[in-house]
């Protein structure tokens, strides 16, 4: 009977029938939720939010989230905004496969890695993507593309320095963990829309690299995404 308990008990642990994930193919944000989750092990609703078509400043969708942002988690009755907030929920609820290293100073690594990348990347990215154009109009052609890059270059010339100490065949060493989830799709991203020259940091090319092979990285991509959240 023991036995059955806690049997029961992992499979608790390790089902996920009211997971809803609330996102944007194309978003970096929603993109390193897809892949802790996929990480995880972990199956949930793909609800497409498009952000395209302004889908976000839906009322529905203001209920979620009064800032419309993605992505959104709704886990039960448990609504958890901002993709950190997210993976940090995870992480305590769904012990699987851990995102965090025991390590205390890999721990402390990988959360760093994540808070560069949310407050010096992904807001300067965004910012990039709505002042561009107007750059180019009052500097000329091409300016734009080179504030967006040097702005995000600071920040990745910084995460160069910190993992370069510990990263192998990922940025903390041989395993997958959270600083991986943040780096992969905004290396990704980053890439494809403002042509960021990855040999100016080669640990994080190196790593980047290694993403590529990953399955459940490639099954989190924009492209493998159902055609409606595009």
Not at 137 to 144: L, R
Not at 215 to 221: G, K
Request: hydrophobic residues 40%; contains cysteine; charged residues 20%.
């Amino acid at each position: 009977m023991e036995q059955l308990n806690n049997q029961n008990q992992r499979d608790t642990m390790n089902s996920s029938p009211e997971l809803v994930l609330y996102n944007f193919s194309h978003s970096s944000c929603s993109w390193r939720v897809r892949f802790a989750l996929n990480l995880k092990g972990l199956d949930y609703e793909y609800k497409a939010v498009n952000l395209a078509k302004g889908e976000q400043f839906s009322t529905e969708f203001e209920k979620l989230n009064p800032l419309r942002y993605v992505p959104v988690l709704v886990d039960g009755d448990v609504v958890v905004s901002d993709s950190l907030a997210i993976l940090l929920y995870l992480e305590e609820k769904y012990p699987q496969r851990a995102l965090l290293p025991d390590d205390p100073r890999r721990k402390a690594l990988n959360l760093q890695v994540a808070s560069v990348v949310c407050s010096s990347i992904q807001p300067l990215h965004m910012l990039a993507l709505v002042v561009h154009k107007s750059i180019e109009e009052k500097v000329g052609p091409g300016e734009g593309l080179l504030w967006a890059q040097s702005s995000i270059e600071k920040g990745f010339f910084a995460l160069e320095k910190l993992v370069k100490d510990f990263a192998t065949s990922f940025a903390t060493g041989e395993a997958l963990y959270m600083a991986d989830v943040f780096l992969a799709p905004q290396i990704a991203t980053v890439v494809m829309r403002f042509n960021i020259d990855m040999s100016n940091f080669p640990v994080l090319s190196r790593v980047y690299e290694s993403y590529k092979t990953v399955p459940e990285f490639r099954a989190s991509s924009p492209e493998a995404q159902p055609v409606a959240g595009s």
